[in-house]
């Protein structure tokens, strides 16, 4: 969380450093008028948090779809996209009984909205919600002696399938190919809150948390 609040507090204040500049430039503020379209992709090192982000059990997975910059000025945009992206946790583990690797993978629908800032005529950073639909969850496991390996799929209705949360990142264009990083940080827990003898718990408990590096390319 606090790393989050860090990278946060310096984009946001590049943002409105940038947002004051382009305030005093009206001329040059309707000079980019054009709206682009283009595709992006690339990918993801998530995990699961609950109080603190923990970085130790990241799963790798992938991030793709289209994005539409729509121009309010010359140096600022609104960034609409829809995405596919695959995140979770994942645990390695060794001891008495058996080592391996087991991995719980969530599958979303993803779109963000992003307020985009152009500081150079190639560098950008952007920030905004998330909104994200759990399309479907699976469990897997592997072991070495490969004795107790598995996949299964996870019934939607134990886990929350509405996600949301603050997206903050870079990029870096030139023409109509860019490069970025974004972190996600979710909102709203993986699992649901449930009851069992009179007590209350969620299970998984913990909240989305991503980094993703992607490339873009504009039509």
Same mark, same amino acid.
């Given at each position: 969380?606090?790393?989050?609040?860090?990278?946060?507090?310096?984009?946001?204040?590049?943002?409105?450093?940038?947002?004051?500049?382009?305030?005093? !430039?009206?001329?040059?503020?309707?000079?980019?008028?054009?709206?682009? $379209?283009?595709?992006?992709? +690339?990918?993801?090192?998530?995990n699961?948090?609950t109080?603190?982000?923990? !970085?130790?059990?990241?799963?790798?997975?992938?991030?793709?779809?289209?994005?539409?910059?729509?121009?309010?000025?010359?140096?600022?945009?609104?960034?609409?996209?829809?995405?596919?992206?695959?995140?979770?946790?994942?645990?390695?583990?060794?001891?008495?009984?058996?080592?391996?690797?087991? =991995?719980?993978?969530?599958?979303y629908?993803?779109?963000?909205v992003?307020?985009?800032?152009n500081?150079?005529?190639?560098?950008?950073?952007? $920030?905004?919600?998330? $909104?994200?639909y759990?399309?479907?969850a699976?469990?897997?496991?592997?072991?070495?002696?490969?004795?107790?390996n598995?996949?299964?799929?996870i019934?939607?209705?134990?886990?929350? =399938?509405f996600?949301?949360?603050?997206?903050?990142?870079?990029?870096?264009?030139?023409?109509?190919? +860019?490069?970025?990083?974004?972190?996600n940080? +979710?909102?709203?827990?993986?699992? =649901?809150?449930?009851?069992?003898?009179?007590q209350?718990?969620? $299970?998984?408990?913990?909240?989305?948390?991503?980094?993703?590096?992607?490339?873009?390319?504009?039509?």
């Open positions: 969380m606090k790393k989050f609040k860090n990278i946060a507090a310096v984009l946001i204040l590049a943002l409105g450093t940038s947002l004051t500049a382009n305030a005093q !430039d009206t001329t040059d503020s309707t000079s980019k008028t054009g709206a682009n $379209f283009g595709f992006k992709g +690339g990918l993801n090192l998530s699961l948090y109080e603190d982000v923990d !970085d130790e059990n990241g799963l790798i997975g992938f991030n793709a779809g289209l994005f539409l910059e729509l121009p309010i000025s010359s140096s600022l945009s609104l960034q609409p996209e829809l995405l596919y992206s695959v995140k979770g946790a994942e645990l390695t583990y060794d001891n008495a009984f058996a080592s391996g690797t087991a =991995k719980f993978r969530l599958n629908i993803e779109a963000p992003l307020l985009r800032a500081l150079t005529d190639n560098f950008n950073i952007h $920030f905004g919600p998330y $909104f994200a759990l399309v479907d699976k469990i897997s496991n592997e072991t070495d002696g490969g004795s107790f598995f996949e299964e799929e019934d939607n209705d134990d886990l929350n =399938k996600d949301y949360g603050l997206a903050v990142g870079l990029g870096i264009e030139f023409d109509s190919f +860019g490069i970025g990083a974004r972190y940080y +979710g909102l709203q827990t993986v699992g =649901k809150e449930r009851s069992f003898l009179g209350s718990y969620t $299970f998984p408990e913990g909240k989305n948390s991503s980094l993703s590096v992607y490339a873009t390319i504009k039509f």
